[in-house]
């Protein structure tokens, strides 16, 4: 074997061994750049799904925030309601006291009164009930500030029945609530 064909060989095996390394070499390359590809792909959905997943619980809360204020709104909307109700009803009072019926009304307080606390009573009411309630027979106290009807307390004042007009809107505020929201509806 001569050199130049000891030379030739090693040339060669030199050009075989640098083909078999550059075609590691990109077998490599097109590997690292499918797990790359692989792995970017994985972190964008990874990052998609994220994103998806906050979206959907920023507008569940946008949504429930919404809900929330729309009944604040409707609940601001029946008290309103609620209020010009009892105002009205309040003015339809004052109208009230100005008729024959009223008297009557009173008639019957005063009954309820003495049933329910003595039959001497002292009566208290509105400036304007006073003659009324005098006629009666009973003794009327002091003046009070009211839409109409009296407050009774046996002789002794240590008992006391509340039927003022306010009073009885108050303590059957839920009642006329109820008539009134099924009136509405």
Not at 15 to 28: A, H, I
Not at 30 to 43: F, G, L, M, S, V
Request: aromatic share 4%; hydrophobic share 35%.
């Amino acid at each position: 074997m001569s050199i130049e064909t000891f030379l030739l060989e090693i040339e060669n095996r030199k050009k075989r061994d640098l083909e078999n390394l550059n075609k590691e070499l990109g077998e490599k390359r097109i590997a690292i750049q499918n797990q790359r590809d692989t792995q970017i792909k994985e972190i964008q959905e990874r990052f998609a799904n994220e994103a998806k997943l906050k979206s959907e619980r920023e507008f569940a809360r946008m949504i429930e925030a919404a809900k929330l204020q729309a009944k604040k709104i409707l609940f601001d909307a029946i008290n309103a309601n609620m209020d010009s109700a009892f105002n009205v009803i309040k003015q339809e009072i004052k109208k009230y006291t100005k008729t024959p019926q009223y008297k009557k009304t009173l008639e019957t307080m005063v009954k309820t009164s003495k049933k329910k606390l003595d039959q001497k009573i002292t009566i208290h009411c509105r400036e304007e009930d006073r003659t009324v309630l005098k006629e009666m027979g009973v003794t009327v106290g002091s003046s009070i500030q009211t839409l109409g009807g009296i407050v009774a307390e046996n002789k002794d004042g240590t008992k006391e029945l509340d039927l003022t007009f306010e009073e009885l809107l108050r303590t059957h505020e839920d009642q006329v609530k109820d008539f009134l929201t099924e009136k509405t509806s």
